[in-house]
């Protein structure tokens, strides 16, 4: 879904005549296969930090007729709007579980973090943070998703005894339950990012944290600092490791987060954009020279 917001980004830019191919996915009734030319060598635009301006320059020039997207681009810059964003992915209909308005929906992706392989960049959240922002809301919290029974979630129910628990539906059902609510804390989940950010929620509370966390990978880039819905909270740099002592950290109370005021949001944003100068210098270096081959002029 992340490629393909980056390709309209793209296809804005460059205008309608760009074909965009060699997605599938069903669930929002998007299809296109791969196109036989596809099958060449193309430049790629890989990781994060391509420059989709340089991109459409090339290809309104004639220098670049085929380009291949196999990084995600999480970038504000590299997506369209939220609102454009919305309408290439139509719901297919009201969600399965449905939250009220004076609701908290709270996305837990335990099983992934815990079972599917150790990533530094994410991990799970304490649950004092968790506990903080529903007294702060006044509002109910309901933990939504990967609830398997576990000290972890054992700690998040003893901390809200009152939560309701939605357990997980599937995919695509889960990105709707959370597309479709009002109020929602984010976990350390892309998936959870963009279901959030695709919907039309009153409140997204954000922990800048792990890979959400420009001091950490500034070559993502996902704070909405000019959106009036987010609301921002800084933790302390840390990589997750998935240790006994990492797992047993996350109940207790000692984990410092405060209160992110948007200054220091759009502050922290800028300094890793001039942090990432030289990497992009070489992708678009990189680009240009993969220009110049007499195959990618054909």
């Not at 793209?10 to 196109?35: C, F, I, N, T």
């Not at 459409?56 to 810059?77: A, D, I, P, W």
């Not at 919907?199 to 990978?217: D, M, T, W």
Request: proline residues 6%; aromatic residues 10%; contains cysteine.
């Amino acid at each position: 879904m992340a490629q393909y917001l980056v390709a309209m980004r793209l296809q804005q830019l460059v205008g309608k005549d760009l074909a965009v191919s060699g997605y599938h996915m069903p669930e929002w009734r998007l299809v296109a296969p791969v196109r036989d030319s596809q099958d060449q060598e193309l430049p790629k635009l890989t990781g994060h930090l391509f420059d989709l301006r340089q991109v459409s320059g090339l290809m309104k020039t004639g220098k670049l007729e085929q380009v291949n997207l196999t990084g995600y681009g999480f970038r504000l810059e590299h997506f369209p709007s939220n609102q454009e964003s919305r309408e290439l992915f139509i719901s297919s209909g009201p969600a399965q579980a449905v939250l009220g308005d004076d609701e908290l929906l709270i996305n837990i992706r335990a099983e992934d973090i815990m079972n599917r392989g150790i990533h530094p960049d994410y991990g799970l959240l304490p649950v004092v943070f968790y506990r903080s922002v529903v007294q702060r809301t006044g509002l109910k919290p309901v933990f939504q998703g990967q609830l398997e029974s576990g000290p972890y979630m054992d700690g998040l129910l003893k901390a809200l005894p009152n939560a309701r628990l939605i357990p997980s539906q599937g995919a695509v059902a889960d990105f709707q339950i959370i597309r479709q609510a009002k109020n929602i804390v984010l976990s350390l989940s892309s998936f959870t990012w963009l279901a959030a950010w695709l919907s039309e929620a009153c409140q997204i509370h954000v922990p800048v944290y792990g890979f959400l966390n420009p001091k950490q990978r500034p070559d993502i880039d996902l704070l909405p600092s000019d959106d009036a819905r987010y609301q921002f909270y800084t933790f302390p740099l840390r990589r997750w490791n998935g240790s006994l002592l990492q797992q047993e950290d996350l109940l207790q109370e000692q984990i410092l987060f405060r209160d992110m005021p948007l200054a220091e949001v759009r502050r922290v944003r800028r300094r890793a954009a001039w942090s990432t100068i030289g990497r992009r210098f070489f992708k678009k270096a990189s680009l240009a020279w993969a220009c110049t081959r007499p195959e990618v002029q054909q």
